[in-house]
């Protein structure tokens, strides 16, 4: 008996709370998620990383034994310098000296990547002011971005998904969700080509040391947002038309993400992920003074009911027989 009431708590308990059971199934698989990449990356990255740094003594200890002249503290000196320049896009190379990190295209291209949140870290600004003005122009500038990038894609999603699901649904009466499905997977499949696989042949082409995967692996970090900054096109010393492909590339990472949030936004207007989504959402609660009206209403909408029944009640009761005016002598007096 105990145990039968223990058991009924507990599902009781679970059906109440489902939703914020459901909320720590999805913590628990995302701190998992984080960990399993982390592992991952580790064991493939780790053997890589300490390959690179036998390399670089190998190559350090070999510079010194042919310039003896130098001493490691003097090269640790520059070494530090070249590498605190390089961090600010300051390159000692020569075949580097000929591009400019902040002419107009490279501003405007960096001015890109800022707003937009990419922030591939190849550039940074070198004075105090250029930090402050960073902050002031990211401030007003990234809502500023969201706001126009919202207008944006509402504006495409009425073209590009409500309507052509509504006219297939409506012209072969199909099921819309179904419609919608089958839509969306289409324009993902559009949107990958055009701004994933296509850019990704053109960079590897214009591009001298990037392959194929090289660059898809540059057009899907840079509109994705995430913008490591391992590659950046129009970086290399023989680039020609060094100022226009900057402008290109700003063009492209703005039209590629405006295409990726409308892949997105129609996703999350799918059925299935609405509910999917509602698992984990807490339930609305409807705010006191709608409340507290609805319980008036309520009171007022029951008492008039009981006194509709109360007087319907009364029409329905029997008549009470009411003693006849007698004479003394058992005469019926008839009043007129």
């Known amino acids: 008996m105990l145990q039968s009431l223990t058991s009924n708590s507990c599902v009781r308990l679970i059906q109440s709370n489902k939703s914020t059971w459901y909320f720590l199934f999805l913590l628990l698989g995302y701190v998992l998620y984080l960990i399993f990449g982390a592992v991952v990356f580790s064991s493939v990255e780790l053997p890589y990383e300490d390959l690179m740094r036998q390399e670089l003594r190998s190559i350090k200890r ?111 009466g199909l099921s819309k969700p179904l419609v919608a499905a089958l839509h969306a997977g289409l324009l993902a499949v559009v949107t990958t080509t055009g701004f994933f696989l296509v850019p990704a042949a053109i960079f590897s082409a214009l591009e001298e040391d990037w392959n194929f995967l090289e660059s898809f692996y540059f057009c899907f970090i840079s509109l994705s947002t995430i913008g490591l900054g391992d590659y950046v096109p129009g970086e290399g010393h023989k680039q020609r038309f060094r100022e226009l492909y900057k402008v290109g590339i700003t063009i492209y990472l703005v039209l590629g993400l405006i295409a990726v949030l409308v892949v997105l936004e129609t996703f999350c207007e799918l059925q299935q992920l609405k509910q999917l989504r509602k698992m984990f959402y807490l339930k609305k609660e409807k705010a006191p003074d709608r409340l507290s009206i609805l319980d008036h209403d309520h009171l007022s909408f029951t008492s008039v009911s009981d006194q509709a029944a109360s007087f319907r009640s009364d029409k329905t009761q029997p008549l009470v027989d009411i003693p006849g005016l007698s004479s003394p002598a058992g005469d019926v007096r008839i009043i007129t």
């Open 62 to 172: 070999q510079f010194l034994q042919e310039n003896k002249c130098l001493s490691e503290e003097r090269l640790e000196e520059f070494l530090v310098k070249a590498l605190e320049a390089s961090n600010y896009g300051v390159s000692v190379l020569n075949n580097a000296s000929a591009n400019w990190n902040w002419d107009f295209t490279s501003a405007l291209f960096f001015s890109s990547t800022v707003l937009s949140t990419t922030g591939y870290g190849h550039t940074a600004p070198l004075s105090d002011g250029g930090k402050a003005f960073c902050i002031v122009y990211s401030v007003i500038g990234i809502p500023f971005t969201l706001l126009f990038l919202t207008a944006v894609v509402q504006r495409i999603m009425v073209f590009s998904t409500r309507r052509p699901v509504m006219y297939v649904h409506m012209r072969w």
